[in-house]
């Protein structure tokens, strides 16, 4: 009783107190709402299990809204100091061992982002999917102990890179627990799992998620949040083409 009281709780309070219907676009607008757009500063690990066997990869990152992100890659030794900066709809990556910085454009978006099963348009993607997509309910499911709904997502704009995806969203929290995500053509190109989700600051996030690019061999990347902060204070110097060479 106590989790249906809940779950009623979440899905009026916010639209004030006129029920609202619950229909596919209005679940994905709230799933990109809990995601948030404030800043934040996060450490994590890729465990990368690829055909040539298994390494990790430790990194930090600063993102501020949904068009601005810097990243350093930590360890191991041989990729320390590779960077990666976001702006807007650009991509620029700084590598110490050449002393260079490099635009990806065109065909280099669709390259693997330190050997993982994550590609460089992964990471361009506009994260609000309600900006990309209109979704319905098809079904439920029960995911890591929790009742999720099915999205079926098409999209609305005609240049992406995933035509369609299925995803599995927690009806009590928000948390997109699994995707599928297609070409057009219908093929399966890439799965998400989420392994663990935490409370953190009051905030429910999936901490451990497994990426899987169905096209290449190995048993995918798996993503760990070691730590995060919320609404963090990001000097201004972070999100601009010097920090690469900093």
């Not at 953190?200 to 899987?212: H, L, P």
């Amino acid at each position: 009783m106590i989790r249906h009281l809940h779950l009623l709780f979440i899905l009026l309070v916010p639209f004030g107190t006129m029920a609202q219907e619950i229909n596919g676009d209005w679940i994905l607008k709230r799933v990109d709402e809990i995601r948030g757009s404030e800043n934040k500063i996060s450490v994590a690990v890729m465990n990368i299990k690829g055909k040539r066997g298994d390494r990790s990869v430790k990194s930090k990152s600063y993102i501020h809204g949904m068009t601005r992100s810097y990243t350093e890659y930590l360890a191991p030794a041989r990729d320390a100091g590779t960077k990666m900066l976001k702006l807007e709809d650009q991509l620029w990556t700084y590598s110490p061992a050449t002393d260079r910085t490099i635009l990806i454009s065109g065909h280099l978006l669709r390259q693997s982002v330190m050997g993982s099963d994550l590609s460089y348009e992964d990471l361009m993607e506009d994260p609000r999917l309600s900006n990309l997509y209109s979704a319905r309910i098809t079904g439920e499911e029960n995911i890591l102990g929790s009742r999720c709904w099915i999205l079926q997502l098409d999209s609305r704009v005609p240049d992406i890179t995933y035509y369609s995806r299925k995803v599995w969203v927690d009806q009590e929290r928000f948390v997109i627990l699994r995707e599928d995500r297609y070409a057009k053509s219908g093929k399966l190109l890439k799965t998400t799992e989420v392994l663990t989700v935490e409370q953190i600051e009051a905030r429910w996030i999936a901490t451990r998620v497994r990426f899987k690019d169905v096209l290449k061999t190995g048993e995918g990347t798996e993503f760990a949040i070691e730590s995060i902060e919320f609404n963090a204070a990001i000097p201004e110097y972070i999100f601009t083409k010097a920090v690469l060479k900093k």
